[in-house]
């Protein structure tokens, strides 16, 4: 299956180096070979960078670990093609607008009998994945329940995504990552898990390459930055292990709620 990477952090934080040990397993040390994508918010604005090339080979991979990209929301793919064919319309992650800002969203797993459950109109896929159709059958019923104009509440809006997410994990594995530009939601069908890295911080080491860092030199005492992936990137930190069914939401790098 696919593997994620999301980041929410309280300042501009690049993520140079958790990519760099989530591209080593797309090809190198995991079988993630088909493809791969990363979108960073800066404001309401986004870039994304795509790529249908194993993200251990890819040029476009190569620039985004040797140009810090600071952004306070990131969200990240390698793909392990199931529903769909290996292709650039296929890669994860997918955005949409919703309420004037963007939406991003990135799913790891493969759903069955899905096609009489995710009827849409409003929003429609531009590849043919599983994916990608649940994303827009996601946006289309928050469209339809809470109206043309942003609520005041978005904790309802999320708490009402994970009602969603709950109905989708019933067609198979369904592990997400969903932000607005301000808020990072994870669900956890069977593999997620996240840290939050603080002051005092220290050194990490990477999994997946010969590659550490000293956290104390890259950033402030006021720093927050979580990082969630499904599996861990670090062999000298401990990671929160999500359980089944765990939602969690977070903002400005801090665990805002459990949905």
């Not at 251990?56 to 985004?64: D, N, Q, T, Y």
């Not at 199931?82 to 759903?111: D, I, K």
């Not at 999994?207 to 670090?234: C, G, M, N, Q, S």
């Amino acid at each position: 299956m696919c593997e994620l990477l999301a980041m929410s952090a309280n300042v501009p934080t690049d993520i140079v180096f958790s990519f760099t040990g989530l591209a080593q397993r797309g090809g190198v040390t995991g079988p993630h070979v088909d493809g791969w994508g990363i979108t960073f918010y800066e404001g309401k604005g986004s870039r994304t960078f795509k790529d249908a090339c194993p993200s251990s080979e890819s040029h476009i991979a190569k620039l985004i670990k040797s140009y810090p990209i600071k952004s306070e929301v990131v969200i990240s793919h390698i793909r392990q093609a199931n529903r769909g064919c290996v292709s650039l319309e296929n890669t994860h992650p997918f955005t949409r607008e919703l309420w004037g800002r963007y939406w991003t969203y990135a799913h790891n797993g493969q759903l069955t009998d899905y096609l009489p459950k995710f009827n849409v109109s409003r929003y429609q896929p531009v590849g043919d994945t599983d994916s990608e159709l649940a994303f827009c059958w996601i946006l289309e019923q928050v469209a339809q329940k809470f109206g043309g104009t942003k609520p005041e509440d978005m904790l309802a809006v999320f708490h009402y995504v994970a009602t969603l997410a709950e109905q989708i994990r019933a067609l198979g594995v369904f592990n997400m990552i969903l932000s607005d530009g301000e808020h990072l939601m994870s669900y956890c069908s069977n593999n997620l898990c996240y840290i939050t890295r603080r002051a005092p911080f220290g050194k990490a080491k990477l999994i997946d390459t010969d590659v550490v860092i000293d956290f104390d030199k890259e950033t402030t005492a006021h720093d927050v930055v979580t990082v969630i992936a499904t599996r861990p990137l670090t062999e000298n930190e401990q990671w929160h292990v999500m359980q089944p069914g765990n939602r969690k939401l977070f903002r400005l790098g801090e665990l805002l709620i459990d949905l």
